[in-house]
């Protein structure tokens, strides 16, 4: 409350408490908490790079287990060696934080150090379980380096096979997500068809891709696009979803103001509908990436004679399960950088919303 020169007391204003809050102590270090960038601990690089040098004088020094052949020592000892050098160079150029790239160096190993040694730790206690010790055998579990002998031995295949599943996801994710958004587009914005095709979607899209499988296998020409459409399935339900109800979440006021203004049907679609449903059409997007990759594995495992699915299958029925674990591996650095390439998207275009959704 303040006082006016009259004696009476006048409510305080909005800009006496933001500057009432601006010079509170503690709003100030809790701000400066939350928005301050993440930077190396030194101490935690030090563990971070002294694991993978201990990691990598125990590859090499301490002998291998005569319980049975012991391979891809050499490979994996570059690679930890490969990587014990990465981190002390970017460690050095943390060292100036004033510059960009220095900066940038710091918020890396800031945000990454624990993780590193924690790699760290898995790569050594495995490597020591098996190649060192014998404790645990191939073929079921192999030593950590045996795996890059036996992806690389069969690069050609995994190399195609990563290719194949990539097309076929790519397809179904281009197909799948054009048609859920145009479906989802005309049932937000049309009361007529969300009346007819809501039970379709309703009924039909949670229906699991497995029921699906003997119907699309004898309607569909080839195996290769039998799994297309399974995969574009899985997508076009969550984005027709989403989209139709990002439509219909638009405040009615926008579409009157932009109406008074002269605005027509096609700016009220492309300028106001589709902008404001975006952050809804995205999370259709993250929601029907993970679902695809399990239909295309399923896909691949069951019908089509390609791809990363079927090469897990192939393998996994000859017994050589380093070269499936490989492939395991492979996949799961696919998904895993697909959704992160996603979400990075996403914070790009929805700026206003960034790290809404944490990875």
């Known amino acids: 409350m ?72 050499l490979p994996l000892a570059v690679l930890a060696g490969t990587i014990t050098a990465v981190l002390v160079v970017v460690w050095a150029v943390s060292a100036r934080p004033q510059t960009r790239r220095g900066l940038r160096a710091s918020r890396w190993l800031g945000a ?39 992806a690389w031995a069969d690069r050609v295949l995994l190399g195609q096979s990563v290719a194949n ?11 799948g997500g054009i048609s859920g958004l145009l479906t ?9 068809a969300g009346y007819w095709l809501n039970p379709i979607v309703k009924y039909i ?12 296998f004898i309607a569909f020409p080839n195996t290769f696009w039998a799994a297309v459409f399974l995969v574009s399935l899985t997508v076009w339900f969550p984005m027709t979803v989403l989209t139709s109800a990002g439509i219909r979440s638009v405040p009615k006021s926008y579409f009157d103001v932009c109406q008074t203004l ?15 449903a975006l952050p809804n059409i995205f999370t259709g997007i993250f929601m029907a990436l993970p679902t695809a990759f399990v239909t295309l594995t399923i896909a691949e495992t069951l019908g089509v004679n390609s791809g990363l699915g079927w090469y897990i299958n192939w393998k996994k029925g ?10 395991i591996v492979v996949m799961v650095l696919l998904c895993g950088s ?22």
């Open 2 to 73: 303040t006082t006016s020169t009259t004696g009476q007391r006048t409510p305080p204003t909005t800009a006496d408490r933001d500057l009432a809050l601006s010079r509170d102590p503690g709003i100030r270090a809790a701000l400066t908490r939350r928005h301050r960038p993440r930077t190396a601990d030194h101490r935690l690089v030090a563990v971070a790079v002294g694991a993978w040098l201990l990691t990598t004088a125990g590859i090499v020094l301490v002998p291998d287990t005569g319980a049975f052949l012991v391979k891809g020592q």
């Open 112 to 150: 990454w150090s624990a993780w590193w040694i924690a790699l760290a730790v898995v790569v050594a206690a495995w490597d020591g379980l098996t190649a060192k010790s014998g404790v645990l055998r191939p073929p079921y579990v192999p030593p950590p380096g045996q795996l890059f002998t036996e």
């Open 165 to 175: 599943s990539a097309v076929l996801l790519v397809l179904g994710l281009v197909i």
């Open 184 to 192: 989802g587009l005309w049932m937000g914005w049309s009361r007529r």
């Open 205 to 216: 899209g949670p229906v699991p891709t497995l029921a699906w499988i003997p119907i699309v």
């Open 262 to 276: 002269g605005a027509g049907a096609r700016f009220l679609v492309l300028k106001v509908s589709l902008p404001a």
């Open 318 to 327: 000859w017994s050589a399960y380093p070269a499936m674990y490989a492939a």
């Open 338 to 359: 697909l959704l992160t390439l996603q979400l990075a998207v996403r914070n790009r275009v929805l700026a206003w919303q960034k790290d809404l959704t944490r990875w």
